[in-house]
């Protein structure tokens, strides 16, 4: 056993999520943590809203409300979303408590420390028209490096590098077209060129990751810049330095803030589990956890955060970069083990995009569909590897001739025709070559499915699964156990129903990270007891430091079931099952490509 880090992306808490959120980071990450915990590790999954930053003060300033109100009602809206699709964090929390200011405080003062931060005066943008600050990604101008015409003033989308708006030839402000005046302002600067040896030694260790994203890792160190850590803003987390503290015009940059939360939400969590010094066990580098591992989801667009900037900060803070130091109060903290980077999934052959609306809300698809068919697509055909596209046409197919006529058929077709005859799980008498050889393909499965799974190659691990369906019903086809209704063949009859429920159990454990709803449902209908497939709860919590309540996702996850076959107990009452999924009529795919361009 030993101790396993899940450490996901942060929403932006901007808006609900949409399945191409989820089926980056979301989905993958709750099948690799499942895995692990019924494999036997103590796993600690943690996330949270990302609500800091001029976006959600733009959008809040449009709307005529607080950002802290906009960040509320977005907050609640995403836990409603990953709680519906059973995603089973140990603490999914958001950035706005006062916990998480403590710890991105704490950090920022070790890397002063530490010599990691350094000031300097830059320029920064003003609208000429309200005198108030214009931050990058608002400005957008002609990139000095390619020549993009529609560059932002953070980065250009084009060649991916980042920029400084003052750089951009032509600047104009994407909320009014105003030209932008340049003043100087102050900033603290996170000296990311102090790390280019101790981030290369790292990386060069790394072993088992994708290799697009070490590439790409590899080639951001060529170029590394000092990066600005402080902004001209009044929403976000106050710099904890005299004289700036309580200034109303400077807080932390919100992308040191969220990458933080990690650590914040780890210390978070087991605050409230009684044990506060229990998130050690994931992060200290020395002590108890220096053996634990830490695999971190996302999105491509967010790798160089994971791959190169949170590892800047964990070693400056733990006085490892190029000019050494002193470890901060929290002593050494571990690196990533691995940055488990998805690509991207387009919708009907275009890009998601919530502005023009080309999207398909979590909450608006679960209102219609079972979370357990969207969590198949995203396993079975998602993004892991490649840029992928979601149709409906192929999730309805997928859908009724995978899950349905497949796994679906299976259960229904297996746990029937045992109820029916014996009314209870049938006792095995005399196995066969056919009866072992169907056994064995099932108990091999563990190791192969769980293998695939531990490596992030969750498509191959949910065909592996799927394949032991395969063969279960290809077996129950050719051995034609409803030839055997006379008394003399009862026997063989009872023999291979019990054969083939014990591969349908076998094959519901396989699956259980990917369908833990329907999981539990094929654990009751076998007779099972208890909890087969444990699920998150939304929570009501107080803020551990004084400040206002919110809603978090938690759970029990020490109970469920374990890696491994358990054996049918013969006598096991059985009764006539109810369908576990939902056949869906062809229609739907109009309808669903209706509402869409009703909606753009
Ligand atoms: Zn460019």
Redesign the pocket.
Known sequence: MSHVLAAVAWPYANGPRHIGHVSGFGVPSDVFSRYMRMAGHDVLMVSGTDEHGTPIQVQADAEGVTPRELADRYNRVIVEDLHGLGLSYDLFTRTTTGNHYAVVQELFSGLLDNGYIVRKTTLGAISPSTGRTLPDRYIEGT?P??G?ES?RGDQ?D??G?QLDPEQLVNPRSRINGETPEFVETEHFFLDLPAFAEALATWLDARDGWRPNVLKFSRNLLADLQPRAITRDLEWGVPIPLDGWRDRNDKRIYVWFDAVIGYLSASIEWARRTGDPEAWRHWWSADGQGKDANGYYFMGKDNIVFHSVIWPALLLGYSGAGDKAGQPGRLGRLNLPTEVVSSEYLTMEGRKFSSSRRVVIYVRDFLERYDADALRYFIAAAGPESNDTDFTWAEFVRRNNDELVAGWGNLVNRSISMAAKNFGAVPEAVELTDADRELLAVAEAGFATVGDLIGRHRQKAAIGEAMRVVAEANKYLSEQAPWQLKDEASKPRMGTILHVALQVVRDANTLLTPFLPHSAQKVHELLGGTGVHAPMPSIVEVEDLDGGPGYPVLMGDYTVGAKWERVPLVAGTPLAAPKPVFRKLDPSVVDEELARLEAAE
Do not use: L
């Open positions: 990139c490096i390619c993009y560059a250009c084009n060649c590098n």
